[in-house]
C-alpha cells in the first residue's frame, strides 16, 4: 500500500535562479524579467480538509516540489520547473489518514495555473491506474511514465463516476462531467465533498476496493483491469453532513473537566440517555484516554461514517469512527454507534439535531481487531518446528474479551465463531502472564475438552489468531508456521471475507455452562500479511537491541523497567503504544505496556502494567535474557482504517525458550 519513505520523500532538487542580466548604455538599465511558473492548487482531503498535509509532487525524471496544504485543506503549488506525468503525494502530519495521491498528466503552461485535488477520490483513480491496485506506486518515475497519460487518467475518471453515479447524483453532481482531479470543491461535507465522505478505500495487502457507507458489502475492486461496475454503489440513505455537528459538540464536552463532564451540557447532547459501549455507559469509561488530564480540551476530528444499518427496532443508525487528539498530542480513536432520533433535540448552541450516539449495546467489553505484524528475529536458534528462527509478516484478528470489564466476573472461557476461523471457533482463557489481567488468550494446545468443565488459565500471552503470513525479504530460510492453537494451517483469502465482519462471542463459566451470547461487529477490514511488506515501520533503537535484546547486555538481567527508544518513519501508521513481552520455558510471562504521545522517540515501560495503565502484579521483573527465555519489544501502532500494526524485535535465548511466532 505503501511505497518506501526513500520513494516518498525524495530530495528536493535544488532549482537554479534565473541570472540577472545588466545592460548599461543609454543613460538606462534593464532586466529581462522571468517568466511567471506554472502552477497547480487544489483541496486536499479525506472527507474532512487534511490541515498542513505535506505534498510532494514527482515528475517523470525523478525532479520534485513541495509545498504545505493550509488549515483549510487547500493548496498552491509551483511545477514550473517538473515535466509530466508527475504525481503528487499528500500526507496528514496527524496520521489520522492514510497517504493521497493524485496525477497531472499535463501539466499547465508557464504563467498558467490548473486544481489539482488531492482526495480519496483522485486516489482511487491513481489506484486504477496500476497493476496493483496501490496509487503510491506512481512515485516510481518509470511506472508514472508508463501509466500516466491523458487517454489513461480519462479512463480511470470515467470508470470510478460510473461506480460513484448514484452518489455524485444525490449530491447534484453529473457522472457524466464530473472531474474528481480538477473540479475546485470546498471541504465543507457538500457537493464534491460529500461524495468523498461517503466512500472509503480500503486495502487489504491484496488489492484496493472502493467501499460505500451505504452498503460496504459491495465494492468495487481497483487496478488497471477494471472497468466499470454493472451497477454504481449503492449511496447512503441519509446526507453526508448528518453527523457534521458531533466533532464540535465532542470537543464542548471534552473541554469540561473530567469530573464535570457527567452534568456538562454538550456531553448530555451528545450521547444518548441510554448509551453504551461495551457495557459502559461513559465514555470516559468506555475510552480510557478520556480519563486522563490531557483528555480535557482535546480536539476532535470529523466523524468516519463505516456503515450504515438498521438496529433490531428498525432505526436508521451508523457505525462510526471518532478521531481524537489529546493535549500531549496522544492519538486515537475510538469506535461507537450512532442513531437517528425519533424527535429533533436543540444543542446547547439553539441548533438542531436528529442524532447522537447510542453506542454498541454490548454488556461485555469485547472488540475485534484486525492486525498486521512484523515479527524481526535476532536469534538464530531452532524454533518448535526444529527450523531457525525467520523474520516475517502475519495477519489475523484480535479477539480481545476482558475479564475485569463489566459483567465478566463469571467468565471462566470465551467461544468465537465467525469468518475465517476454524470449524468450532476458537477459546480463549485467562492468561497467566503478568500485565494480561484485562485480556483472554488463545492457548499454544487446543484443550482436549472444550469447553472446559474446571477452571483454566492457559501460559500463552496472545489474542491474536495468525491466519496470513509471508516471509520477509532477503531471509536465507522460508518461515514455516508452527503447529500452534493460534496459527491456522492454510493461508487466509482476504476477500473471502466481509469487509466489517461479524463474530460470535459465547461465553462459558467454570463448570463449562454457557452464560451469554453475542454479536461483535469488526470496524476493521481483513488484511494479508502482504500489509506489512508494503507498510513502512518505525526502526527500534540499536541500543535497545545491544543492551536489552543480547544475552550479556547491560540492561539483560531481570529489571522492573525498561527503556525503548526509535527512529520513527514519517511514513508509517502513528505510533500509539510500546510494549515489552517476556517468557521462559518453565516461568510464567511478565508482560509491560505503555501509551506514548504523539511524536515521542522513547519511553519507559514497567513490568506488570496492562494496556489500561494498572499494575496488575506489583513487584514483578521482565525476564532476564537467559537460556530459555526470550523477549520482545514491541511498538504499536494503528493506521487510519483501525488496522494495528505490531513491530516485534525478538531474541530468543536458547532452542528451548518458548516458540515466539
Not at 472531474?179 to 465543507?188: E, G, H, K, M, Y
Not at 467468565?411 to 465467525?418: D, I, L, P, S
Request: proline share 7%; glycine share 10%.
Amino acid at each position: 500500500m505503501k511505497r518506501s519513505s526513500t520513494q516518498l520523500r525524495m530530495a528536493l532538487t535544488a532549482i537554479a535562479g534565473a541570472a540577472a542580466v545588466c545592460a548599461c548604455g543609454g543613460g538606462s538599465d534593464s532586466s529581462p524579467s522571468s517568466p511567471p511558473a506554472a502552477s497547480v492548487q487544489g483541496t486536499v482531503a479525506s472527507g474532512a480538509a487534511i490541515a498542513n498535509a505535506a505534498l510532494t509532487a514527482t515528475d517523470v525524471n525523478g525532479k520534485t516540489a513541495t509545498a504545505t496544504a493550509g488549515a483549510d485543506g487547500t493548496y498552491t503549488l509551483d511545477v514550473g520547473q517538473l515535466s509530466a506525468p508527475v504525481v503528487v503525494v499528500a500526507t496528514d502530519p496527524q496520521g489520522r489518514a492514510d497517504p493521497l495521491v493524485s496525477v497531472i498528466a499535463t501539466l499547465p503552461a508557464a504563467g498558467a495555473s490548473s486544481t489539482v485535488n488531492v482526495t480519496t477520490l483522485t486516489t482511487a483513480i491513481g489506484d486504477l491506474l496500476t497493476a496493483s491496485g496501490n496509487a503510491l506506486d506512481l512515485t516510481a518515475p518509470a511506472t508514472l511514465g508508463a501509466n500516466v497519460q491523458p487517454a489513461a487518467v480519462q479512463k480511470a475518471s470515467g470508470t470510478l463516476n460510473s461506480a460513484l453515479a448514484d452518489i455524485l447524483q444525490q449530491n447534484g453532481l453529473s457522472a457524466s462531467s464530473f472531474d474528481a482531479i480538477a473540479t475546485p470543491f470546498a471541504a465543507n461535507q457538500t457537493g464534491a465533498d460529500a461524495v468523498i465522505d461517503s466512500v472509503q478505500l480500503l486495502r487489504n495487502g491484496s488489492g484496493t476496493t472502493l467501499v460505500s457507507n451505504g452498503s460496504p458489502a459491495q465494492g468495487l475492486a481497483l487496478n488497471n483491469q477494471t472497468t466499470a461496475p454493472a451497477a454504481p454503489l449503492a449511496a447512503p440513505p441519509v446526507a453526508a453532513n448528518t453527523l457534521g455537528f458531533m466533532s464540535g459538540l465532542l470537543k464542548a464536552c471534552l473541554s469540561a473537566q473530567v469530573a464535570q463532564r457527567g452534568t456538562n451540557a454538550s456531553c448530555a447532547a451528545a450521547f444518548d440517555s441510554h448509551y453504551m459501549d461495551n457495557g459502559y455507559t461513559s465514555v470516559d469509561d468506555y475510552v480510557a484516554a478520556f480519563q486522563l488530564a490531557t483528555s480535557v480540551g482535546a480536539s476532535v476530528g470529523q466523524p468516519v461514517t463505516l456503515q450504515y444499518f438498521k438496529d433490531a427496532s428498525n432505526t436508521q443508525s451508523a457505525l462510526v469512527r471518532i478521531p481524537y487528539t489529546l493535549t500531549d498530542g496522544t492519538q486515537g480513536s475510538f469506535v461507537t454507534t450512532a442513531h437517528q432520533l425519533a424527535a429533533p433535540i436543540t444543542l446547547p448552541d439553539g441548533s438542531t439535531a436528529s442524532w447522537n450516539l447510542v453506542g454498541n449495546q454490548l454488556k461485555y467489553d469485547a472488540r475485534t481487531e484486525s492486525r498486521v505484524t512484523l515479527r524481526t528475529f535476532l536469534d538464530s536458534f531452532a524454533d518448535s518446528t526444529g527450523n531457525p528462527d525467520v523474520s516475517h509478516y502475519d495477519a489475523g484478528m484480535s479477539f480481545v474479551f476482558n475479564p475485569q470489564g463489566p459483567n465478566a466476573s463469571n467468565v471462566n472461557a470465551v467461544q468465537v465463531t465467525g469468518p475465517g476461523l476454524p470449524t468450532g471457533g476458537l477459546f480463549l482463557f485467562r492468561s497467566s502472564a503478568c500485565g494480561t489481567a484485562n485480556y483472554l488468550a488463545i492457548p499454544g494446545t487446543k484443550p482436549a475438552t472444550l469447553p472446559p468443565t474446571s477452571s483454566l488459565t492457559v501460559a500463552s500471552d496472545t489474542n491474536e489468531y495468525r491466519w496470513s503470513w509471508q516471509t520477509v525479504a532477503g531471509a536465507a530460510t522460508t518461515f514455516t508456521p508452527p503447529s500452534k492453537y493460534f496459527w491456522d494451517t492454510s493461508q487466509l483469502d482476504p476477500s473471502s471475507v466481509p469487509f466489517y465482519p461479524q463474530y460470535t462471542y459465547e461465553l462459558f463459566d467454570s463448570s463449562g455452562n454457557p452464560l451469554d451470547s453475542f454479536t461483535v461487529t469488526s470496524a476493521t477490514p481483513v488484511v494479508s500479511a502482504n500489509l506489512g511488506a508494503t507498510t513502512p515501520w518505525a526502526t527500534v533503537g540499536q541500543d535497545v537491541v545491544a543492551n536489552f535484546l543480547t544475552p550479556g547486555g547491560s540492561a539483560a538481567g531481570a529489571a522492573t523497567t525498561a527503556s525503548v527508544d526509535w527512529t520513527p518513519n514519517a511514513d508509517a501508521p502513528p505510533l500509539l503504544g510500546v510494549a515489552v513481552l517476556t517468557l521462559g520455558k518453565s516461568t510464567a510471562g511478565v508482560d509491560g505496556v505503555t501509551s506514548v504521545p504523539g511524536g515521542a522517540t522513547s519511553a519507559t515501560v514497567t513490568a506488570g502494567v496492562d494496556s489500561t495503565g494498572a499494575q496488575t502484579c506489583a513487584g514483578s521483573q521482565f525476564l532476564p535474557l537467559v537460556d530459555g527465555n526470550y523477549r520482545i519489544v514491541q511498538l504499536r501502532a494503528k493506521n487510519a482504517n483501525g488496522v494495528r500494526f505490531f513491530q516485534n524485535v525478538t531474541y530468543r535465548d536458547g532452542a528451548s525458550a518458548p516458540n515466539a511466532s
